[in-house]
């Protein structure tokens, strides 16, 4: 059964049966913009494209850009995470995006993943997380059974990027962490100078 988590709540991601996990796929999601009523006409909703990014960072931070994983970048050079391909509007079932990690083949140099969404052009379009419904991030096993999820209900005016969460090593396990911190970052490199 999967355990929903609350803003800085951690849990050690195993298998239902104990045993260690060797894979697991991290699902983002966020509804689209519902129909607004305007004096005469409804406004036809806004397409809102998030881009989901995965951060392989080495002692807690991202050495190189090469270990950013990202819609212009969708598989790392390890073969150990993959993007699996960008939604530009939320639209549909289930998870906007997903990213598959290899945990048991992830080079041991590196011992956290940060995963980060952010609004594509943002600022220009004038776009902000408070315009999205029921986005979430949660991890999946190897067959697809969900294990955790953190959804954000707070409101978030004006914020245009997100820190959802992050995996990380410790003490020989796996272990995910809810952060939830939104920023005003208006791109991936931005919120990628966050993690230098």
Same mark, same amino acid.
């Given at each position: ?102 945990? @048991?083949?992830?080079?041991? !140099?590196?011992?956290? =993943? ?6 594509? %052009?943002?600022?220009?379009? &004038? $776009? ?29 005016? @004006?914020?245009?990027?997100? !820190?959802?969460?992050? =995996? ?6 796996? %272990?995910?962490?809810?952060? &939830? $911190? ?15």
């Amino acid at each position: 059964m999967a355990v929903n988590l609350q803003k800085g709540q951690k849990v050690e991601l195993r298998k239902s049966s104990g045993g260690s996990l060797t894979k697991v796929i991290v699902g983002l999601g966020w509804d689209e913009a519902k129909l607004t009523k305007g004096f005469f006409l409804k406004k036809k909703p806004e397409e809102i494209d998030c881009d989901a990014s995965a951060f392989l960072c080495q002692g807690g931070k991202v050495v190189s850009t090469s270990d950013v994983v990202y819609f212009n970048n969708l598989t790392h050079e390890s073969r150990t995470v993959q993007h699996l391909g960008d939604n530009l509007t939320g639209a549909g079932t289930g998870d906007a995006e997903q990213i598959i990690v290899e945990l @048991d083949k992830l080079p041991a !140099v590196y011992d956290k =993943i940060i995963f980060v969404v952010n609004i594509y %052009k943002a600022r220009e379009r &004038g $776009q902000h997380f408070g315009m999205l419904q029921n986005a979430y991030i949660r991890i999946s096993d190897d067959k697809g059974v969900e294990m955790c999820r953190y959804n954000l209900d707070e409101h978030y005016q @004006d914020m245009t990027a997100m !820190v959802f969460g992050e =995996i990380y090593r410790y003490n020989g396990a796996w %272990k995910f962490n809810a952060i &939830g $911190q939104p920023t005003k970052d208006n791109s991936v490199g931005e919120l990628l100078n966050r993690f230098r």
